[in-house]
């Protein structure tokens, strides 16, 4: 997964894609709840300093991540992180699975709003996807 800040995008996208050009059914974000810690985290902690990506957030909640720019780790890393999330904020743990993931959808397009405006401050033509939990084909 990349260094991007939105790994599940990412993941599942290309995930979907190979499904799809292998002739395999891939479930859809909509029918199975994908839990995304990057769009938690910043939703929870939204004024925190320092970098979100997938070792530094490890870092921050104290979760074993064992090697990153490795798929099979990153990926046991972010579900560590689905984990924990609940535990360290409970407030997410009252909300039903199916909501969370509709909250997720809507918290990401807000988050890609916010970064396009800070990113166009120095760059007018920075484009930032709020499409989340799937990138939609080109």
């Known amino acids: ?3 991007r ?5 990412y993941a599942l996208t290309v995930l ?3 499904c799809s050009r292998h002739n395999v059914a891939f479930l859809d974000g909509d029918v199975a709840p994908v839990i995304d810690p990057f769009v938690l985290d910043k939703q929870i902690d939204r004024y925190r300093s320092g970098r979100r990506t997938l070792p530094a957030l490890c870092e921050h ?5 064992d090697g990153p720019n490795d798929a099979t780790a990153d990926a046991l890393a972010a579900a560590r992180l689905a984990w924990r999330l609940p535990r360290v904020h409970p407030q997410l743990a009252t ?3 199916p909501d969370l993931h509709h909250r997720q959808r809507q918290w990401a397009a807000e988050q890609a709003v916010s970064l396009r405006q800070h990113l166009r401050r120095t760059n007018p033509a920075a484009a930032v996807s709020g499409d989340w939990p799937l990138t939609p084909a080109p």
Do not use: K, N, S
């Open 16 to 18: 979907a894609r190979e």
């Open 61 to 65: 909640y104290r979760v074993r991540h």
């Open 1 to 3: 997964m990349p260094d």
């Open 5 to 9: 800040g939105l790994p599940a995008p």
């Open 95 to 97: 909300i039903a699975l």
